[in-house]
């Protein structure tokens, strides 16, 4: 099995509210990660996690906040958005932060009025 | 840093004609490659992936690609294209030191009857 769920499928929030992005993996894989892709434009890096630790930040700003309770869970916490921050998410995971082959979610896709 | 290069943003096959995507990477240390493929409103599909070994890999849906080493080169084939496979395809790149993957900007297989 090398799937990867992410929910909800479809997100449209105002630029005051709080909501939050889910992933979930159960193939045992110890890396996962965020990434955004903007329409027609390729998926670009967030975050990624190592055992469970934040490991790469590439620059985000501070009204997306990741969290990774546990091995098999990773969130997404976003907050005071701004419309530019309209995209796909996806989220993805590896055995390990080594780990050779990325498997990816459906993604979520979130718009921002 | 490592980099891919997809040679044209869009292409347009016959069905039953073959298809060729270009892929060029440069790394500086032997580099992990991967092809996956995108239908819309979908996430990233895992089509095929080198990492040591057979130069000629094969992957799901007829789908091969070559490492060519001298060419810098992982271009994706299909000898028969079908309807199905008009979707959006990004080749990716990783160095076998990082967890840190390169997408290239994609190329769109559009698919005529």
């Known amino acids: 099995d090398t799937e990867v769920t992410q929910t909800p499928k479809h997100l449209v929030m105002g630029m005051t509210n709080k909501k939050s992005l889910k992933c979930e993996q159960h193939?045992?894989?110890?890396?996962m990660y965020w990434y955004k892709q903007k329409a027609k434009k390729p998926p670009e890096l967030m975050f990624v996690?190592?055992?469970?630790?934040?490991?790469i930040n590439e620059s985000v700003p501070s009204r997306f906040s990741p969290e990774c309770p546990n091995s098999s869970l990773l969130n997404l916490h976003l907050h005071a958005l701004q419309p530019e921050d309209s995209a796909l998410y996806l989220c993805?995971?590896?055995?390990?932060?080594?780990?050779?082959?990325?498997?990816f979610g459906p993604g979520t896709r979130l718009l921002v009025l | 840093a490592q980099s891919v290069t997809q040679l044209g943003s869009h292409v347009s096959v016959s069905e039953g004609a073959l298809v060729l995507l270009r892929c060029n990477y440069s790394?500086?240390?032997?580099?992990?490659l991967f092809w996956y493929v995108q239908y819309p409103n979908q996430g990233l599909q895992l089509l095929l992936k080198?990492?040591?070994?057979?130069?000629l890999v094969k992957g799901i849906n007829g789908f091969e690609a070559e490492f060519k080493k001298s060419e810098t080169s992982f271009h994706l084939t299909k000898p028969s294209a079908h309807m199905s496979d008009a979707a959006e395809y990004f080749c990716?790149?990783?160095?076998?030191?990082?967890?840190?993957?390169?997408f290239g900007a994609g190329t769109r297989l559009t698919v005529k009857p």
């Open positions: 080198y990492t040591t070994g057979a130069t």
């Open positions: 193939m045992g894989h110890r890396a």
């Open positions: 790394s500086s240390v032997p580099p992990y």
């Open positions: 996690y190592s055992y469970e630790k934040l490991s």
């Open positions: 993805a995971s590896s055995q390990d932060p080594s780990g050779k082959t990325q498997y």
């Open positions: 990716a790149v990783r160095n076998n030191n990082n967890n840190d993957m390169r």
